[in-house]
């Protein structure tokens, strides 16, 4: 791996605090890759090889029972996925593929294990990386018991215009079959919560979003710490 490259991963929270050695010996066997959008990286009742860490783009987290699909989460760097499975050497409980061009850590199972067990530092920052994946477990149940499919959407509306600056106007940055199903409804449902949304002052052409009446929109969505804030940038994953 390429100096340049070992130091990209060495700036990831889940690995900053590493001793010299636990780290190298971590990323000996380690690699990074470039996967271009729609690849399918794991599937659920697999175990996995690797741990993965997405360094750029964005990936789903998705689950099949039956002839149904549901998407899980929608990860952000610089999150780790499927860290319980690696570390108990379990079978991955979900699927996963990039939405865009991703560029992710992959690092041997193996070694990941034996660093958790001798490097006190990994083990603090793995189990902290653990504890706000199921934070933002607990904060996706509320978000889907608590509220109706279109509070839920124009809650997601406004953290999406939030993070997209904040100007009223954004480009959706998935499919809106993903983000449908993100949200726990039917792409038909989706169409008709954007609809009923014109009454709230948004505007949606395709993919693009124009929120013209922000104070109605919040109104609706009832903001709520203890649902809707992110505790640092990786809280749009699950674990398993």
């Not at 996967?35 to 789903?60: S, Y």
């Not at 690092?107 to 660093?115: C, N």
């Not at 998935?174 to 039917?186: D, F, H, N, T, V």
């Not at 169409?191 to 709230?200: Q, T, V």
Request: glycine letters at 6%.
């Amino acid at each position: 791996m390429r100096t340049s490259d070992a130091q990209k991963i060495r700036n990831i929270p889940l690995f900053r605090d590493l001793e010299d050695d636990s780290f190298e010996q971590l990323i000996s066997s380690a690699y990074l890759q470039r996967f271009p959008d729609h690849v399918v990286l794991l599937h659920e009742g697999e175990r996995a090889d690797f741990l993965h860490v997405l360094v750029e783009g964005a990936v789903e987290q998705y689950a099949r029972h039956g002839d149904r699909e549901t998407t899980l989460s929608i990860i952000g760097p610089t999150a780790a996925f499927i860290l319980a499975a690696v570390i108990l050497d379990q079978p991955c409980l979900k699927s996963a593929r990039t939405l865009t061009p991703s560029l992710i850590v992959l690092i041997p199972a193996e070694k990941v294990r034996e660093t958790f067990a001798k490097d006190l530092a990994f083990a603090s920052a793995c189990l902290r990386e653990l504890a706000a994946r199921y934070r933002a477990i607990v904060k996706d149940l509320k978000n889907m018991r608590l509220r109706t499919s279109i509070e839920r959407l124009a809650s997601w509306i406004l953290h999406a215009n939030a993070e997209a600056g904040g100007t009223g106007k954004f480009v959706i940055p998935i499919e809106k079959r993903s983000l449908a199903s993100k949200l726990g409804m039917r792409p038909e449902n989706l169409s008709r919560n954007f609809a009923e949304l014109a009454r709230h002052g948004v505007k949606v052409s395709g993919r693009r979003i124009e929120i013209g009446d922000i104070h109605a929109l919040t109104r609706l969505a009832q903001p709520d710490p203890l649902i809707d804030d992110p505790e640092d940038s990786g809280a749009n994953s699950t674990e398993g």
